[in-house]
């Protein structure tokens, strides 16, 4: 004889009824109703598929001793972890960074300064910047062969500055173009053991001309940018202001 | 109610717990497996005389209900389920019912064994506790909190990660 015409809540058969029909999120909400739900949406059967289907890794750790329900969560909150996250907008903006590039020779230095916002783009969205070089000064192959240079990047109104790359040295020797490259410190996120992953990565363009009996180059321009150390591709221009954020943005 | 040579019956009596009785033609009786297997087994046997089937479990009001929606079913192919007009009359359907007549008619689609009826209630029903809180669920469905506080905070926090 049925007697439950006159009892709002659901009786835990059709609790039980119902739970295959729930999402994993709503029974473990569901679970914490009363005792009598509880014992309806945490047992094991309902569970143990969910597992097995969403976590088939974890299916084995600790069945004998966890319950599937709090396997789940474990494996859920897991997963969530391992996103990756939505990265946000950088505040910091192009148009308010100003590079300064100097390279120092044996003979001399030669300084550009270059506001981010005037230079052109990249067209695939990079961090990587090319500044041309108004300089009129020859230099031999033996004074490129000590050329040392360094990467400032200033935020505008001299907020802060942050330095890329101090008197790294590469090869400008013998080749029309040298490139350089040094590691960039960690954004302070992790211990100072992790590294950022990321090198700050200079390159000029010389322009070579046979002058009596020696050579000599003009250097015509620039190349700054950040490349990932891993793939050793530049990054993306909202990565490589996140990363300067850190370094920049009060 | 004298059966064609055919010895196949057109109908069936359907008894409630509460001794009402109710005359349904097979094909809708058919909609609840229960029922079209006492059929079938007393088809086998070849009686002549009317089948009679008590459901000791099911009260007239719910009976009824169940019996409205196996006829309305019963227009239908088996293969029809997504029939938008039908789909439309499940929802109408349920929607008249407060939780303790889906509780009652639950059951029964489970105890009669009408499967589409039963996954149509226990959809509804999950549906109405998804996207609820703990606070509202226990609101809408007048439950009792029986946990003490230390229980409630444990099992709240080996779920925490369903709250987002």
């Known amino acids: 004889m049925q007697n439950n015409d006159n009892l709002i809540s659901p009786t835990w058969e059709v609790l039980d009824l119902v739970s295959h029909h729930l ?5 473990a909400i569901a679970s914490c109703v009363s005792k009598t739900w509880c014992t ?5 059967h309902l569970w143990d598929p969910l597992c097995t289907t969403h976590f088939p890794s974890l299916s084995t750790v600790g069945a004998a001793t966890l319950p599937r329900c709090r396997l789940y969560g474990l494996g859920y909150t897991a997963a969530l972890r391992r996103q990756p996250k939505q990265p946000r907008k950088p505040r910091l903006a192009l148009h308010r960074l100003l590079f300064v590039v100097s390279v120092r020779l044996p003979g001399g230095v030669v300084e550009v ?8 783009q990249d067209p695939h969205g990079l961090f990587r910047f090319n500044i041309e070089v108004a300089e009129e000064r020859e230099w031999t192959a033996e004074e490129l062969k000590a050329v040392k240079v360094t990467w400032t990047i200033v935020e505008r109104g001299w907020k802060a500055v942050f330095t890329v790359a101090e008197d790294t040295g590469g090869n400008l020797s013998s080749a029309v173009d040298g490139f350089f490259s040094k590691e960039l410190p960690s954004p302070g996120c ?21 002058d009596d009996s020696s050579r000599v180059s003009r250097i015509e321009k620039v190349s700054v940018g950040v490349m990932n150390a891993l793939n050793w591709r530049h990054v993306s221009v909202d990565d490589g202001l996140l990363y300067l954020e850190h370094f920049l943005h009060v | 109610m004298a059966s064609s040579s055919s010895s196949s019956l057109s109908r069936v009596v359907v008894k409630s717990s509460d001794n009402n009785l109710f005359v349904v033609n097979k094909k809708v009786a058919s909609q609840s497996q229960l029922l079209k297997q006492c059929i079938d ?3 086998e046997k070849g009686t002549n ?17 169940v019996l409205e929606y196996c006829e309305k079913h019963a227009d239908f192919a088996d293969d029809d389920n997504n029939n938008q007009e039908l789909k439309q009359w499940d929802h109408e359907f349920l929607k008249k019912f407060d939780y303790a007549t889906l509780n009652s008619l639950t059951m029964a689609a489970d105890y009669m064994v009408t499967k589409s009826l039963l996954n149509l209630c226990c959809q509804f029903i ?10 509202q669920i226990r609101q809408i469905f007048d439950i009792k909190n029986d946990f003490t506080p230390q229980e409630e905070a444990d099992i709240k926090n080996e779920n925490a990660w369903a709250f987002r």
């Open chain 2, 49 to 65: 005389d009317v089948i009679l089937i008590p459901l000791s479990n099911v009260t007239s009001n719910i009976l009824t209900l």
């Open chain 1, 23 to 27: 999402d994993p999120q709503s029974l």
């Open chain 1, 113 to 120: 300064v270059s506001p981010c916002g005037e230079m052109r």
């Open chain 2, 41 to 43: 087994n007393m088809e």
């Open chain 2, 126 to 135: 999950a549906d109405s506790i998804k996207d609820l809180t703990v606070q």
């Open chain 1, 40 to 44: 309806c949406f945490s047992s094991d």
């Open chain 1, 190 to 210: 992790c211990s100072s053991t992790m590294s950022s992953g990321l090198v700050a990565d200079i390159r000029f363009g010389l322009k070579a001309q046979d």
